[in-house]
Every structure is written in structure tokens, then in C-alpha cells.
């Protein structure tokens, strides 16, 4: 998982330097495609119940599953990318947000926090804790900053599968839930919205999930194991 986490991380770094006005979410799932062929590692979001790239392409009202398409990134667009590998049937997934070019402020802020909230959550996941800490962490993030977040979507676990138990919310209490041990593995996804809504709907494609009232939205992700001393991100460069 290690090695697959590295795949992803490159993946991440490798698309962000492609980011520019003028470049189509098309443009980016190529060059994922190219560092999965370089590191001989196999796309986990390809194929995935039909899905047809090897990331999630989601800009401004977006929150997650974008499809990869000709559209155009324009300046200020605010863009969140989701992305995973598989090695040698073990898997990585992780997502970041950023500005195309140069953005608002109110729009940065936005990906800031939602940073911050897959940070609190990582720092929760200890041996001898519980799952709801994770939850009950990133909460504590985003309800003070006033942002909303989707109540139908969330982390997961993740090992030989892209998708396992359990569920991750974002949403928790201290202390209730599963204990953590020492060997787990999840994926932390914070989705913030910017209004303080928490409505969402699904585009006609099937995949895409946009915010109900047009308002930004921001994505963040990471695989992260539950060490003996702590936590350790996995999909960090």
C-alpha cells in the first residue's frame, strides 16, 4: 500500500503541474494515464462501475466524481482531483483541491480549510481511539468555518479493494464507534461546501455530484494507516 500511496502521490504532483488555464480535465486524466503506465501500476477508478477515467475531474459547484471531459479550465476555476493506484493488488486513493491560475480569496480559503480537516482527522487516528474521533474531528473544522458538507458521502476503508469497510464520516462523536487498531488502513475525505449547505444532487451522467444551491465546493483526501505510534499518510509524497 506503501508503494501504491507513492504512485498516487506522483500522480497528484504530476497533474498539478499540467494545471493552467486552457488545459480540459481530458488533458489531466492523460497525464495520470502516463504515470500509471511509467510506475506499471493499474488505475482503481477506471472501469469502476463504468467509470471512464483514471481521476474525478471536479470544478467549482462539483464536489466529487467528475467526469473527465473536453471542458476547458478557465482562471479562477476551482478544481478538485481524485485519483488512485493499484500495486500488486493493493490500493492508494487521495484528493486534492487547488486554484486554475490565480482564484478568490474566499475560494482559497475554502481548500485551506478543507486541508485542515482531513488534517484533523488524520491526527485522530491513534491506536485506542475510536472512529467517531475522525469524524468528530473534522467536523469541529469545517462547522467553525461555517461550511456545509454532504451527509451521503464519505471516507472508507481501503486495502485490496478500493472500497471497504468501514464508512468514514465526516461527521462523528468522540470516543463512539469501532476502536482503532494498530494495522488499519482508511481513506479521509473531507467534502466542504462553501455556502453552509449540505444539499446535494446528482448530475444526469451518473456520477457527478454537484452542490444543490451553485455554491464552491472543496475536496480532500488521503490513505492513511493507523501505526503503533500514529498515523502515517500513505499517499504523501
Same mark, same amino acid.
Given at each position: $500500500?506503501? %508503494?501504491?500511496?507513492?504512485?498516487?502521490?506522483? $500522480?497528484?504532483?504530476?497533474?498539478?503541474? =499540467?494545471?493552467?488555464?486552457?488545459? +480540459? +480535465?481530458?488533458?489531466?486524466?492523460?497525464? %495520470?494515464? #502516463?504515470?500509471?503506465?511509467?510506475?506499471?501500476? =493499474?488505475?482503481? !477508478?477506471?472501469?469502476?462501475?463504468? !467509470?471512464?477515467?483514471?481521476?474525478?475531474?471536479?470544478?467549482?459547484? #462539483?464536489?466529487? &466524481?467528475?467526469?473527465?471531459?473536453?471542458?476547458?479550465? *478557465?482562471?479562477? *476555476?476551482?478544481?478538485?482531483?481524485?485519483?488512485?493506484?493499484?500495486?500488486?493488488?493493493?490500493?492508494?486513493?487521495?484528493? !486534492? @483541491?487547488?486554484?486554475?491560475? @490565480?482564484? @478568490?480569496? %474566499?475560494?482559497?480559503?475554502?481548500?485551506?480549510?478543507?486541508?485542515? =480537516?482531513?488534517?484533523?482527522?488524520?491526527?485522530?487516528?491513534?491506536?485506542?481511539? &475510536?472512529?467517531?474521533?475522525?469524524? %468528530?474531528?473534522?467536523?469541529?473544522?469545517?462547522?467553525?468555518?461555517?461550511?456545509?458538507?454532504?451527509?451521503?458521502?464519505?471516507?472508507?476503508?481501503?486495502?485490496?479493494?478500493?472500497?471497504?469497510?468501514?464508512?468514514? #464520516?465526516?461527521?462523528?462523536?468522540?470516543?463512539?464507534?469501532?476502536?482503532?487498531?494498530?494495522?488499519?488502513?482508511?481513506?479521509?475525505?473531507?467534502?466542504?461546501?462553501?455556502?453552509?449547505? *449540505?444539499?446535494?444532487?446528482?448530475?444526469?451522467?451518473?456520477? +457527478?455530484?454537484?452542490?444543490?444551491?451553485? @455554491?464552491?465546493? =472543496?475536496?480532500? #483526501? &488521503? +490513505?492513511?494507516?493507523?501505526?503503533? &505510534?500514529?498515523?502515517?499518510?500513505?499517499?504523501?509524497?
Amino acid at each position: $500500500m506503501r %508503494a501504491a500511496g507513492r504512485v498516487v502521490a506522483e $500522480m497528484h504532483e504530476a497533474i498539478r503541474q =499540467a494545471v493552467r488555464p486552457g488545459v +480540459t +480535465t481530458l488533458d489531466l486524466d492523460a497525464v %495520470a494515464r #502516463e504515470v500509471l503506465r511509467r510506475r506499471q501500476a =493499474a488505475s482503481n !477508478f477506471l472501469g469502476h462501475r463504468g !467509470f471512464s477515467g483514471v481521476i474525478c475531474a471536479s470544478v467549482n459547484d #462539483e464536489v466529487i &466524481h467528475g467526469i473527465p471531459s473536453e471542458r476547458v479550465l *478557465d482562471e479562477g *476555476d476551482l478544481l478538485s482531483i481524485d485519483c488512485g493506484a493499484i500495486v500488486h493488488g493493493w490500493h492508494g486513493d487521495a484528493a !486534492f @483541491s487547488m486554484l486554475v491560475g @490565480s482564484g @478568490s480569496a %474566499a475560494a482559497q480559503l475554502l481548500i485551506d480549510t478543507a486541508d485542515r =480537516a482531513l488534517a484533523a482527522g488524520i491526527a485522530a487516528m491513534v491506536p485506542g481511539g &475510536h472512529l467517531g474521533d475522525i469524524g %468528530a474531528a473534522i467536523d469541529a473544522v469545517v462547522s467553525l468555518a461555517g461550511y456545509g458538507s454532504p451527509h451521503d458521502y464519505c471516507g472508507h476503508g481501503i486495502g485490496q479493494a478500493m472500497h471497504e469497510e468501514p464508512d468514514v #464520516e465526516n461527521r462523528g462523536r468522540h470516543g463512539k464507534g469501532p476502536l482503532l487498531e494498530s494495522g488499519v488502513v482508511l481513506a479521509v475525505e473531507p467534502m466542504l461546501i462553501a455556502s453552509g449547505d *449540505d444539499d446535494v444532487y446528482e448530475l444526469s451522467d451518473g456520477w +457527478t455530484i454537484v452542490t444543490a444551491d451553485g @455554491s464552491l465546493a =472543496a475536496h480532500a #483526501e &488521503h +490513505t492513511i494507516l493507523v501505526g503503533p &505510534h500514529g498515523p502515517e499518510i500513505l499517499t504523501r509524497a
